[in-house]
T-cell receptor, first 115, second 111 residues
């Protein structure tokens, strides 16, 4: 069964350092999402891509976060500089449309700890 | 006020019991109502969804939506230890992929 791939699975960094996360969506899924999930909370959307274009980045802290999906396939999320409050699980999801609901499939996530 | 409220309190039940989870919401435009299951150190996976109001059953799982009360529920019958996970409700407006999630309920089924 096809899955969304993410790497690394875990990342420990010091504040003010740069970090990057990678996501490879399910083949054929045009829509890709990055979410942040703080411990004990539900995921919150950071950015949504349709192919290589950003559809929604209204919740992305653009002073330190950036995301790209250059060829409309895999994607990278970067944080520079990292802050203590960025410690969270970063989830990538991809989706396709069936009759009605566009089902989102999530990857295993990257757990980030900022010291 | 958050769009979706889900009391995040953990829930421990004995094997075979019925698990009852619920969420309330404030956005009357929501039309898709979903339940995701998230195992420890994994991403969420879609368990089931309902469009608009009504009930939906899938094996031991039943989802209910009451749009008049802005209230949704998930019931798990004959709970198994393998059902131990965090259950997240999520909602979206038709034509918009943005999901609004609840905080999640951690469920532990004790053998």
């Amino acid at each position: 069964e096809a899955e969304v791939a993410q790497s690394p699975r875990y990342k420990i960094t010091e504040k003010s350092q740069a970090v990057a996360f990678w996501c490879d969506p399910i083949s054929g899924h045009a829509t890709l999402y990055w979410y942040r999930q703080i411990l004990g909370q539900g995921p919150e959307l950071l950015v949504q891509f349709q192919d290589e274009s950003v559809v929604d980045d209204s919740q992305l802290p653009k002073d330190r976060f950036s995301a790209e999906r250059l060829k409309g396939v895999d994607s990278t999320l970067k944080i520079q500089p990292a802050e203590l409050g960025d410690s969270a699980m970063y989830l990538c999801a991809s989706s396709y449309r069936t009759s009605g609901l566009e089902t989102q499939y999530f990857g295993p996530g990257t757990r980030l700890l900022v010291l | 006020q958050k769009e979706v409220e889900q009391d995040p309190g953990p829930l421990s039940v004995p094997e075979g019991a019925i698990v009852s989870l619920n969420c309330t919401y404030s956005n009357s435009a929501f039309q898709y109502f979903m339940w995701y299951r998230q195992y420890s150190r994994k991403g969420p996976e879609l368990l089931m969804y309902t469009y608009s109001s009504g009930n939906k059953e899938d094996g031991r799982f039943t989802a209910q939506v009451d749009k008049s009360s802005k209230y949704i529920s998930l019931f798990i019958r004959d709970s198994q230890p393998s059902d131990s996970a965090t259950y997240l409700c999520a909602m979206s407006v038709e034509g918009n992929n943005r999901l609004a999630f609840g905080k999640g309920n951690q469920v532990v089924v004790i053998p």
